[in-house]
Structures are given as C-alpha cells and as structure tokens.
C-alpha cells in the first residue's frame, strides 16, 4: 500500500525559502504511468496545483503561481521536494504530496491524483 | 486557467438522502473531471475520476456524470460518514485547477 509522507519546517521567516520533502513508501517512484504533485490549501480555503513531475524529469508548474517554486525528485530515496523562495505570509498553508495516476479510458489517457500525504502545515512568519 | 465553479456552496441533508452537486467548467473539459472528498484536518480522497469512473474502494452510492462544462456528483442513500468537503478537479488544461468545495452537513 503505498503511502506518502511531507516533512519541513513548520515555520518560515517572510523572504526565506521554503523547502519541503515527500517521502514515499510502499511503491516505486518510477511506474510508467504515474507522476507525483504539490498541492496546496490556505487555512479555511480551497486547493491549489503547484504542480506535478514524472520521473523521465518533465515537470509542469502553474503558470497561474509566480515562478518561486522548484520540485526536484530522488528516485534513489524514493523521494520528492518542493522549494518556495521568497515566502511571504500568503504562502501560509497546509501543503499535500500526491501521487497521480493515469487510466487508459476509451482512447484517452485520464489523470487523477488517488494517494495523497496527510499534509504539513507551513506558517510564514516573523 | 480554467475556472471551476461548484454549486450549492454548502448543503445539508439527511441521512438516507439523494444529494446532488453540481461543477460547471467555463469551458470543455471533455471528461477529464475528478471528485474528491476532504474531511476535516484530512487529505483529500479520490472518489470519482474520468468524471464516472468510481475509484477502487469508494462506495456505490457514489456517481459522477457529465462532460464537457457540466458535472455532476451523485450521492444516492447519504450516510453519515458522508459529510465533509468535496471538490471537483480539471485535469484537461494546464494548471490543474480545482473548484471552490461544497461543504455537506448531515442534519
């Protein structure tokens, strides 16, 4: 069963970089047909895609987010990362790993995130 | 990006209830919508992908339809785990993008 945990600081100073871990277990890292997710989601709101990456090394960030977060993965660790430069207190929020998969449905490749981490929770401030 | 807007906002029903939400995409998404469950101080949940297809190991009373901009979640014969949170999801365009929730409340 596979299973994903985020590690990180708790809190962060406003202009520091943000650097958080998902560590995964009960799985590969390097399925054909899975990629792995930052999603985050400030107290009391709704969720929002960081981005996603695949093991070949493609990554995809939200154009939508300023271009502050980098994800790198450690096949070797079984392991994925996000860092947030510059945080300010609008980057306060509970931050979830998720692994994403894919479905071959009538001729088309579907995308869904079925494992997720319980979630850290990031406080930026002074 | 493309905009997900869920309807109502909250709900509460009854157990043993038909419930019925609802996601409008403002534009074609195809079927490529997912439903998701968030519980409080939890992680989201997969029920629903491929906007009908049900996730391994999510109940039956759960059902998604639509395609294109319209979506919709089904709960047939509400239970009282059932309430939390849930969230439509958009994976055609880039970014991802999930709707604002809709909070179910058993009366």
């Known amino acids: 069963q596979v299973q994903l945990q985020e590690s990180g600081p708790g809190l962060v100073k406003p202009s520091q970089t943000l650097s958080l871990t998902c560590t995964v277990s009960g799985d590969s890292m390097s399925s054909r047909d899975t990629y792995w997710s930052w999603i985050r989601q400030p107290a009391g709101k709704g969720l929002e895609w960081i981005g996603r990456m695949y093991t070949s090394g493609s990554i995809s960030y939200n154009p939508s987010l300023e271009s502050r977060f980098t994800m790198s993965i450690d096949t070797s660790r079984n392991q994925f990362s996000l860092k947030l430069s510059s945080v300010t207190a609008a980057d306060t929020a509970v931050y979830y790993c998720?692994?994403?998969?894919?479905?071959?449905?009538?001729?088309?490749?579907?995308?869904?995130?079925?494992?997720w981490g319980k979630g850290t929770t990031v406080t930026v401030s002074s | 990006d493309i905009q997900m807007t869920q309807s109502p906002s909250s709900l509460s029903a009854s157990v043993g209830d038909r419930v019925t939400i609802t996601c409008r995409a403002s534009?074609?998404?195809?079927?490529?919508l997912n439903w998701y469950q968030q519980k409080p101080g939890k992680a989201p949940k997969l029920l629903i992908y491929?906007?009908?297809s049900l996730h391994s190991g999510v109940p039956s009373r759960f059902s998604g339809s639509g395609s294109g901009t319209d979506f919709t979640l089904t709960i047939n014969g509400l239970e009282p785990e059932d309430f939390g949170t849930y969230y439509c999801?958009?994976?055609?365009?880039?970014?991802?993008?999930f709707g604002q929730g809709t909070k179910l409340e058993i009366k």
């Open positions: 534009q074609s998404t195809n079927t490529y």
């Open positions: 998720a692994r994403g998969s894919s479905k071959y449905i009538w001729g088309r490749d579907y995308y869904f995130l079925d494992v």
């Open positions: 999801q958009q994976s055609f365009g880039n970014p991802d993008t």
């Open positions: 491929a906007a009908s």
